[in-house]
Every structure is written in structure tokens, then in C-alpha cells.
């Protein structure tokens, strides 16, 4: 729809946009709206990108929130900006609908009109005039009678003290007072409204999630911001089934309702009720805090209204269209903590906000607590690592929620351990792991290290899932395909409370040392080993008794090196090497592998001196406790080999390669990944000396094995391959190098 005047805002200044669009429209001017002009179904980021590579003019309504943290906001008018640099003729029209600074940064050379703060008439004129300037009208839309209600604050005439006009609320009501410290979640209102408003005979959205993260408080947002829509809106607590009845019969004995007489009996208002909103539009119920949806079911009215409600339970198939409120964008947390605690840094807002999860309520207690001490950050990030639970549950709850986090946590668990067990138990064990998606088969692959009744439960599938449905019901995980998701800070509260933590932590323990695959570096267990990480690294291995939990975080260590992230293991493996040195001595068999571990992390960085103390002190030790034809010597002497090579002591590396090959073909067999890898080494220690020949004969001899044992496709064998290719273009074999290189697909 070429020349269009496209309206930009925010989702919080969805009134000034609609205001705009309706005095445009009446004027003569065609405009583009996403809220009316894009319907359900709609790929936003495509039709934004039509929109703004059409010759359209692009009307930028300027709020503090268009120009924080709304990320569509500002691509909308970055892209205009980037194409004005490149054609001048492209259209902008900005307008400030709120008193932000724009003294500095690249809207200060550009002229802006403000439509705040005005008499209606003024604001209408000084858009029209704005839009004037760059656009030419065309013949009026006939449109309502009555104008959108002005969004900003009616300039009061010089010594009034009057005051200023305010959005009427609906005739019926009995919602609380606004949350004025509620931040963010514009995009979530914003597809709430559009859900509710699709035309739909009745319009519901369940919204679901975990305690915390601010479902009552979105619901009364929306209630509030788009009160205008509705001329009834009725909130019924739900967390009690048999008091629903009387929550709604009390709204048809509303004095401004008047359906029925006070005095009339609870099934008769009911009735009442029912029969009036069937007939009736503009209506908005809201059922909060809902358990289950057959308790809510009976309740819900039909009729052209909209009902919304709140659950931490994500299961209302056939009743609703569930929404998942998941926890603050972290922009979102920053402002929060900002707004009300202006001299912290955004560094420092943004430490509080991950070591928060950016959970809500996690960050609007953190915003009360440093409000009222000036406690530094620091020492509030140290005691929330310490003492999770005493602190989220210091002071009064944040405006908005009944409790505090710790409460809200605690309550719920020991409610669900009252009521199922099974569910109880698998909680408390979430809860010492980490915070990222918990695998199923960590829980079903080895029932027999799990209690009563859990263990007779995980043995039967559809048993399991439903007690994993249980912590999803009670708002204590998310629920995915994979596996449970609980927020760090229920884990630290739950860790906190745990009367059996001891048990349930070395319960963890061997379940995660049971889970890991003996090959750490096969690709095809990649997946396997980057969903256990991190619930190893939770478990701290540092300090555990366990030791084939030391083994499986050693195995994670050589996953991270063989997926070339050696970054992330270098201060892993040097963490676990000295903390177990201190626990364990030098010479203990987890000391040693982990020394392994950190000499292979320091030469994948180039560290060849430190790789080369570390495996000599190895090969050392190893000798002289388990003798020169042990396995776990001959491995020893393959790393520092490798060292060798690498320090450019070529011949001292070809002379213990050659030794520790001949051991390994004694030993281990000539077929052995250990003895192939020996012999690559090998082969490549006569490359650099430029015994090219015996190099290929090597190589020629170790692909074929690797082939045969591990596959074609594994890294050692494209290894070979690789080597191979590199002594055939060393004899002047150049075209069989070509053909090797296109079998194996490797590169020069």
C-alpha cells in the first residue's frame, strides 16, 4: 500500500498510535496501523520489512520506552535512518509523545514536534501540521463520530489547580489499583490484545507459568491499559473452586449491574449473570491464580466477551489458549532496577539481573531490599549465592505479589510433597541440578538409584510423565520435550529448605556418573555430553566424594576439547586439578586424568610450555606407579610426545613416539585407537624431519585402520586423510592428494 503513512510506537503508546491514526484517517491521510491493520496470523518482522521498503513516510512516535528497549521499535526507525543516508527524500515524521531527551545522539539535529502536554486541539493541530510538512492528504475518511479520547495530559491553563483529565474507568469494576512500577512485557499485552480481539464468539488466554514471574500482574496491566475496550471488568479469585460462585454472584449484585437483588441466593446471580453476558459484548473476566481447569470449567460464561486467567498449571487444552509467561527480558530487568535504583551502573544492574534469573519477583525484591539498605552490590550478590532462601524472604513482598519468592517456593513444595511423593522427590533432585533442560533418561535409564516410590514410578512411562506434569501443574518447572526447566533461584530456594538435601544431592551424583557415555569425544555422543554439562558442573565435582562423578566431569572436559572449545575447558580443568591436588595428592588416579585433561587444553591454546611440565610430571608418576607398559603410561607418553614436537625437539619426540608405538602394538593390539593414534604421531614426527616416504607408508596404514574401526566419518579418520593428502603433495603426488582430499572432503 504504497504511501501509507506507517505508524511507528511502542506497544505501551498504542493510544497515541491509534489516537494519530483516527485524526490522520479523518483528514484525509491513509495510514498503516499493526493493530488494525495486520490480522492474526501476521509475520510482524516481514510486513515491518514491507512496510519500510515501500516509499511509505514513517510517523515515529518518540517515548522513553520507543527509544529503550523495545527491539522492533528500533529497527523500524534505524532502517529509516539508514535509508536517509541514502536517499534524503525518505519520509520521517517524528513526534514526541512524551517529554524524553533528545539534546544529544542522532536525534538531535533532527526537528521534532510535540504533541504532549496540549489542549486536544493543539495536539491534533500540531500532528496534522507535522504531517503537512511531508505528505499530501487526500479526501477524508468518513470514520466514527467520536474521536479516540486524547492520550496525553490536557495542558492546564496558568494558575489552575484543577486536575489534569484521566482515562475514565469502565462503569463496572473492581479491579486493584495499577502497579506503577510494572515494566516491560509490551510485545506479550500487546499479542494478548490481538488474541482476545480476533473475533472469536468467546475470546480466553490462559496464562500460565511459575510463581514469580508476574501472571496476575500482566493480567491487571492489560486490564488497566486497555480498560477503554470494555464496560465491564469483573477479577474473581480462583485459587478456591467453591468460592467462584460467590465471587460472580457477587458482580450480578453489583450496584452498577443491578441484575439481581442482594439478597438473592447464589444460584440464582449466577444464572443471572450467565444469561446477561451471553447477550452482551465489551466484557472482560479475569479468573486468577486457577488450579485446574474441569474446577474452572463450569464457571467460565459464554457470550462476546473476553475471559483471561492465571495458573500456574500450562494444561488448558479445550478451555483456553494457554499463553507461557516466561521470566523478564533481560533489558527489562536492567530498567526495572534502574528506574527505582537510578545510581546503579548498567553493569551492575545487569549482574543483579542474571544472578536473578530475571526472574520478577526475584528482581522486585532485590529493588526493595537495596531501596531500603544502600546495601553495594557486591555484598548482595555474595549473600544471595550464600543464603538464597533468607534473603528471598527479607522485608515485605514487591507491590503486586502476596508473598515473598522463598514462600511462594517453599508452600508450593511442601504442598506437593504432601500430595505426591513421587513428585516431591523428583523436585528436591531437580533441584540440584542445573538450570537448563534436565533429561529425562537421567531419571529413567537407572531407576535402581532412585527411592521409594520414585524408583517404581520412573519404570513406568506414563507414571513418570505425569509426576513430571505434577511440577509443571504447581509452577515449579517448565515443562519441554527434553525434559524439566527449573529457574536457578527455586533451585537455590529449594537447596536452602531441603530436609533430605544430603541424600538427594548424592542421588544426583550417581545418576550424572551413570549418564555420561565412556567416549568423550565421539561426535556422535556430542549432544549427549553437552546436555549433561552442565548439571555436572552444578553438582560442584570439585568438592565431591564421588568418584566416578571426577571421572564423568574429566570425560565432560575432553567433550569441551574435542569440540574445540578449549576456551571453556582451559579454567574448568585448571579448577578441578587444583582443587583435587588439595583433596586427593598428586599421584591419586583422578589427579592424574585431569592433569591429562588440562596439559590437552593448554596445547589446543598454544601453552606448549605449561603442556609440556604438566605431561612430563605425568609420564613421571604414571611409571612409577603402574610401569612403562601401562596403558595409562603409553597415553602419557603419547601427550608428551606431542609436547616435544611441538617445542621443536623433533628427534627426542621420534624417538619416544617410536618407543611407545612398539609398546602399544605389544599391548594393546595394532588395531587399538590408542596404538593408531601412536602411529599418526609418529608419521608426522617423520613428515617434519622429511622422511616423506616413510610418512606416507605410516599414514597409508593407519587411515585404513581408522577406517575400519571407527568410520569414515570420525575425526581421527579425517585426520589421517588429511595427513595422508599432505605426504602424497610432499612426493609430488599432487593429483592423488586432490582425489583423497575430495573422498574425505578435507581441506588443504
Not at 515515529?60 to 520506552?65: D, I, N, T, Y
Not at 545510581?343 to 549482574?351: I, Y
Amino acid at each position: 500500500m504504497p504511501d501509507r503513512i506507517v505508524i511507528s510506537h511502542t506497544g505501551k503508546d498504542r493510544d497515541w498510535a491509534q489516537w494519530a491514526r483516527w485524526h490522520l484517517e479523518a483528514a484525509g491521510y491513509r495510514t498503516e496501523l499493526d493493530s488494525v491493520d495486520r490480522v492474526p496470523g501476521t509475520n510482524v518482522v516481514e510486513a515491518m520489512h514491507r512496510a519500510l521498503s515501500r516509499d511509505n513516510p514513517l510517523l515515529v512516535l518518540l517515548s522513553a520506552e520507543y527509544l529503550g528497549s523495545d527491539e522492533f521499535a528500533t529497527d523500524e526507525w534505524t532502517a529509516r535512518f539508514a535509508q536517509r543516508r541514502r536517499d534524503p527524500a525518505a519520509r520521517l515524521i517524528p513526534l514526541r509523545v512524551e517529554n524524553v531527551d533528545l539534546s544529544d545522539g542522532i536525534w538531535a539535529p533532527i526537528v521534532v514536534a510535540d504533541v504532549f502536554d496540549l489542549t486536544p486541539d493543539r495536539a491534533t493541530a500540531a500532528l496534522l501540521d507535522a504531517v503537512r510538512r511531508a505528505v499530501d492528504a487526500g479526501p477524508p475518511e468518513p470514520l466514527s463520530v467520536v474521536p479516540p479520547q486524547y492520550p496525553g495530559r490536557a495542558e492546564v491553563s496558568a494558575g489552575t489547580d484543577g486536575p489534569r483529565p484521566v482515562k475514565p474507568l469502565p462503569v463496572v469494576w473492581n479491579l486493584a489499583r495499577r502497579n506503577t512500577a510494572f515494566t516491560g512485557r509490551d510485545g506479550m499485552l500487546d499479542r494478548l490484545r490481538d488474541a482476545l480481539s480476533n473475533g472469536s464468539r468467546v475470546a480466553v488466554q490462559a496464562l500460565y507459568g511459575m510463581g514469580g514471574v508476574g501472571k496476575t500482574q500482566l493480567a491487571l496491566e492489560y486490564a488497566h491499559r486497555f480498560a477503554d475496550d470494555y464496560d465491564l471488568v469483573w477479577w474473581i479469585p480462583s485459587e478456591q473452586p467453591e468460592l467462584i460462585a460467590d465471587h460472580l454472584a457477587a458482580l450480578a449484585q453489583d450496584e452498577q449491574l443491578r441484575l439481581v437483588p442482594p439478597d438473592t441466593p447464589t444460584p440464582q446471580a449466577v444464572k443471572a449473570l450467565r444469561d446477561h453476558l451471553r447477550r452482551v459484548g465489551r466484557w472482560l473476566l479475569i479468573f486468577d491464580n486457577a488450579e485446574d481447569r474441569e474446577d474452572l470449567f463450569p464457571w467460565l460464561p459464554d457470550g462476546p466477551g473476553h475471559l483471561l486467567i492465571t495458573s500456574r498449571n500450562p494444561n488448558w487444552t479445550g478451555i483456553a489458549e494457554a499463553v507461557d509467561v516466561d521470566v523478564f527480558a533481560r533489558a527489562e530487568s536492567v530498567a526495572l532496577l534502574r528506574t527505582h535504583l537510578p545510581h546503579l551502573a548498567e553493569a551492575d544492574a545487569d549482574r543483579l539481573a542474571d544472578a536473578l534469573g530475571d526472574l520478577p519477583l526475584g528482581v522486585g525484591q532485590a529493588v526493595d531490599l537495596l531501596a531500603e539498605t544502600g546495601m553495594p552490590v557486591q555484598d548482595y550478590l555474595d549473600d544471595l549465592a550464600a543464603h538464597t532462601a533468607e534473603l528471598m524472604s527479607e522485608g515485605r513482598p514487591p507491590a503486586g505479589y502476596p508473598v515473598s519468592l522463598a514462600a511462594t517456593v517453599t508452600l508450593t513444595a511442601d504442598h506437593l510433597c504432601d500430595t505426591a511423593q513421587a513428585a516431591g522427590q523428583l523436585l528436591y533432585m531437580c533441584a540440584q541440578l542445573g538450570s537448563e533442560t534436565i533429561p529425562i533418561d537421567l531419571f529413567t535409564a537407572s531407576p535402581e538409584l532412585l527411592p521409594e516410590p520414585l524408583n517404581t514410578t520412573v519404570r513406568r512411562p506414563l507414571a513418570f510423565r505425569r509426576v513430571l506434569g505434577q511440577l509443571g501443574r504447581h509452577g515449579l518447572a517448565r515443562l519441554t520435550t527434553s525434559g524439566p526447566v527449573l529457574h536457578r533461584l527455586v533451585q537455590a530456594v529449594l537447596r536452602d529448605t531441603d530436609p533430605n538435601s544430603a541424600m538427594h544431592l548424592s542421588t544426583v551424583e550417581n545418576l550424572l556418573a551413570a549418564a555420561g557415555p565412556d567416549d568423550a569425544t565421539h561426535p556422535k555422543w556430542w549432544p549427549r555430553w553437552t546436555a549433561l554439562l552442565p548439571h555436572i558442573l552444578a553438582v560442584n565435582p570439585a568438592t565431591t566424594e564421588n568418584r566416578d562423578l571426577c571421572s564423568a566431569a574429566t570425560g565432560a572436559i575432553w567433550h569441551l576439547l574435542a569440540r574445540g572449545d578449549a576456551q571453556m575447558a582451559l579454567p574448568l580443568a585448571e579448577f578441578l586439578h587444583q582443587s583435587w591436588i588439595a583433596k586427593h595428592g598428586p599421584d591419586d588416579l583422578i589427579v592424574l586424568n585431569i592433569s591429562e585433561s588440562l596439559a590437552a587444553a593448554h596445547t589446543a591454546l598454544g601453552n606448549y610450555r605449561q603442556a609440556y611440565e604438566l605431561d612430563q610430571d605425568m609420564f613421571v608418576r604414571r611409571r612409577g606407579l603402574y610401569g612403562a607398559d601401562s596403558p595409562l603410561t603409553l597415553n602419557a607418553a603419547r601427550n608428551l610426545a606431542i609436547d616435544l614436537s611441538d617445542l621443536g625437539e623433533l628427534g627426542q619426540a621420534q624417538e619416544l613416539n617410536e618407543d611407545t608405538l612398539a609398546r602399544s602394538r605389544r599391548v594393546l593390539g595394532d588395531d587399538h585407537p590408542d596404538t593408531l593414534t601412536s602411529a599418526s604421531h609418529l608419521a608426522a614426527d617423520l613428515s617434519q624431519l622429511g622422511e616423506f616416504e616413510r610418512a606416507r607408508e605410516l599414514d597409508e596404514d593407519t587411515l585404513a585402520r581408522r577406517r575400519r574401526v571407527l568410520g569414515d566419518d570420525h575425526p581421527d579418520t579425517l585426520t589421517s586423510a588429511g595427513n595422508l593428502a599432505l605426504d602424497l603433495e610432499a612426493l609430488d603426488r599432487a593429483d592423488d592428494a586432490r582425489v583423497l582430499r575430495r573422498r574425505f572432503k578435507v581441506k588443504s
